[in-house]
């Protein structure tokens, strides 16, 4: 047997087994500690050349691979826990008395058939949830500057944006606020932009029509739900060391892209097509359909096909 073909085949079995167990059974592992591990891979690597074609050879080259698996794969998930520590606690509840509190809106008036939404926001916590009969609603809670929001026309369509007043803002750490919530009104077929720092996402868009939705977010935990209420959109996902679960209508077609380095997937309803490519079983016959496309580093990617209910 070929050294090479015992380390894949070791490699790829702790890698199985340990998606598995995280994403069915929620063992509780440090996977920081497991990551500190990576320098007994130079000590086994040292070891198997001194031996020659052996099963003891065959021992250290399997060992080899569980540990390239088990580094791998706990430093990709010590990743997404760092994104979670970073949002839920230092961007939780501020004692400061100089939080601002706004509520922004544009009201519903002459609007146009497709509408643009953009929203700038740094690091925080960022809700789309609702709808409003304005045509925007922004609710903002922020110890780290005021918000703007700003209506244009541009050739011929309603463009919003909304973004922090303050153009270069300083944070040096410890607990800050920075909450906004927006609400849009469903009426519109809506392109969404939204660039985001190191922050938490969760955008129910059920109750939208969306044809283009672009996240670009640097450490982030973004979950995003999308409807049925529009026949096509298509979804740009980029982002740095994040955690990044969709979810999508079962009856919807969905073809998914996917640009990831060292990145952990969990596509369930999808069928592989090539490397980076998936289909779901009904891509030819459904009358929605949704393209999505991830481009990310160190990450924890989900997919899931979810029934109307389910959130």
Not at 138 to 162: C, K, M, Q, W
Request: hydrophobic share 40%; with cysteine; proline share 2%.
């Amino acid at each position: 047997m070929k050294s090479g073909r015992v380390f894949w085949g070791a490699f790829f079995v702790i890698l199985g087994l340990l998606g598995i167990l995280n994403n069915f059974f929620g063992i509780g592992i440090c996977w920081g500690t497991l990551w500190k591990l990576w320098p007994l891979l130079l000590v086994f690597l040292g070891i198997s050349v001194f031996l020659k074609d052996t099963k003891l050879k065959w021992i250290i080259v399997a060992s080899i691979g569980l540990l390239t698996g088990v580094v791998l794969f706990s430093s990709i998930q010590h990743g997404c826990d760092s994104v979670h520590r970073i949002v839920e606690h230092n961007f939780d509840d501020d004692d400061s008395s100089t939080t601002i509190t706004q509520t922004l809106i544009e009201s519903w008036s002459d609007p146009t058939a497709t509408s643009v939404f953009r929203f700038e926001g740094g690091a925080g916590r960022f809700v789309m949830e609702d709808t409003t009969a304005d045509y925007v609603s922004v609710d903002v809670n922020s110890s780290i500057s005021a918000y703007l929001l700003r209506r244009e026309r541009i050739e011929g369509r309603d463009h919003f944006y909304v973004g922090m007043e303050e153009s270069s803002v300083k944070w040096e750490g410890g607990t800050a606020k920075n909450r906004v919530s927006m609400r849009l009104n469903p009426t519109p077929l809506w392109d969404v932009f939204v660039e985001a720092g190191a922050a938490k996402l969760k955008f129910d868009l059920t109750p939208y029509r969306i044809r283009t939705l672009s996240l670009e977010a640097g450490a982030a935990d973004i979950e995003v739900r999308l409807g049925g209420r529009s026949d096509t959109t298509d979804v740009r996902v980029e982002t740095g060391a994040s955690s990044v679960k969709l979810l999508i209508p079962e009856e919807a077609a969905c073809e998914l892209r996917t640009e990831s380095a060292l990145s952990s997937k969990n596509f369930e309803g999808f069928d592989k097509v090539n490397s980076g490519l998936y289909r779901t079983s009904n891509f030819d016959q459904a009358r929605q359909r949704i393209s999505i496309r991830i481009e990310s580093g160190l990450s924890s990617l989900s997919v899931k096909r979810i029934k109307g209910g389910e959130w």
